[in-house]
């Protein structure tokens, strides 16, 4: 593996390695990573932990990575490996599957909706596919090139946004003990209850003594997306 690290990362990683026979891969770096990121949160992933967790010399993975930031792009691309939209379907059809995709993705890898900003914006070659198929999606509309990507990251945004959300209550839950909804609520109701008392939320009020899917996420997140795709719709006629 050449060792000019100026070069990106996919580059380095299409150039022939030095040996016939490899005792790693990017493949097999990625799956290592991902699985205690997985298990345990990105805070656990280190270089170390890596070839520990790979049965190799310390050094070793550095002939494929140069640092954490290599590594956070190899797992990002890892899982998004996976992720393909259904052929045949209408614009419409395809950016719901991106978004509930990209939800359930970040579901089970929650360690995406928690990364730095360099690994949420890397270019890797299973997101750039991902992005690809969407724009082919709307491609044919009549839609200058501006507006196809300003619609795919206006869906994207919407997950990326729920999600950080959902995470920041999940991770709040977790340090506090919390096991529920019901369980949130009574740890904030000191802090609810004095805004209450000053009578300037009585629309938040009534929310909160009459809403019945308080936790029901997955109701949330499908009636914002859909908000955002009928938008979508009339404001383009499309």
């Known amino acids: 593996m050449a060792t000019d690290k100026s070069a990106p990362l996919w580059e380095r990683l299409e150039r022939p390695a030095p040996a016939p026979r ?19 949160g990105l805070e656990a992933i280190t270089m170390r932990r890596l070839a520990t967790e790979l049965g190799v010399a310390p050094m070793a993975p550095y002939r494929y990575v140069s640092g954490k930031d290599d590594l956070l792009e190899l797992m990002v691309d890892h899982v998004y490996a996976g992720m393909r939209l259904p052929s045949g379907l209408g614009w419409r059809e395809s950016l719901h599957a991106l978004a509930v995709g990209t939800r359930e993705l970040m579901l089970k890898h929650r360690w995406l909706a928690q990364l730095p900003p360099q690994a949420k914006l890397a270019l890797t070659p299973s997101r750039m596919a991902v992005a690809e198929q969407s724009l082919i999606a709307l491609d044919g509309l009549g839609l200058d090139p501006d507006m196809m990507m300003g619609i795919f990251r206006s869906v994207d945004a919407y997950v990326q946004g729920a999600m950080s959300y959902d995470s920041a209550v999940d991770e709040f839950m977790s340090e506090q003990s919390l096991s529920s909804g019901d369980e949130l609520r009574t740890e904030l109701a000191p802090l609810m209850a004095w805004h209450m008392r000053t009578g300037h939320y009585p629309t938040y009020e009534h929310y909160l003594r009459t809403a019945t899917r308080k936790d029901d996420r997955q109701w949330q997140f499908d009636l914002g997306l859909n908000c955002l795709l009928d938008g979508i719709a009339a404001r383009l006629n499309i």
């Open 22 to 40: 490899q005792t790693l891969s990017p493949q097999r770096i990625a799956m290592a990573a991902v699985a205690v990121a997985d298990a345990e």
